[in-house]
């Protein structure tokens, strides 16, 4: 039994016949068209299963580039209410400071009324005494 050649070993064998003519002055037969028979069908289907790992290649890339532009808006809106929030924030701290001096001011106004408050008290006790005496007298 035989057995059968594979095109690899035709190709193979074919090549190394068409080198082995390039060197010497023969020319090479007409056979060359043969190999390119076998050789193309071969790397045609190379060529679309190349082309077709590319396309897919391609349109996951775009995809890619879809979602990193889609997490880059995101991103950039993200960090936009980072610094919207941040100015509110600066804005109720300076607020709160103005609140805290307005505070301490109301605060001193109140210990100075009670104080007068208190003055007033004892003048209008001083007062009912001496009343109190003139009735007595």
């Known amino acids: ?15 190394k016949k068409k080198t082995v003519a390039k060197k010497s002055t023969r020319k090479v037969a007409p056979k060359a068209k043969n190999i390119s ?15 077709e790992a590319l396309k897919d290649i391609a349109r996951e890339l775009g995809q890619l580039r879809e979602e990193k532009e889609d997490l880059e808006g995101t991103l950039d809106s993200i960090a936009m209410d980072i610094t919207t929030t941040q100015n509110e924030e600066v804005q109720l701290k300076d607020q709160v400071r103005k609140l805290n001096s307005v ?17 007033i008290k004892t003048k209008i006790q001083k007062v009912r005494q001496l009343s109190a005496k003139m009735e007595s007298l």
């Open 37 to 51: 028979k076998i050789v193309a069908p071969a790397m045609d289907e190379d060529h679309s299963v190349l082309k």
């Open 103 to 119: 505070e301490s001011a109301l605060a001193l106004k109140r210990s100075r009324l009670r104080t007068k408050l208190e003055g």
């Open 1 to 15: 039994m035989k057995k059968k050649k594979s095109s690899k070993s035709k190709i193979t064998k074919t090549v």
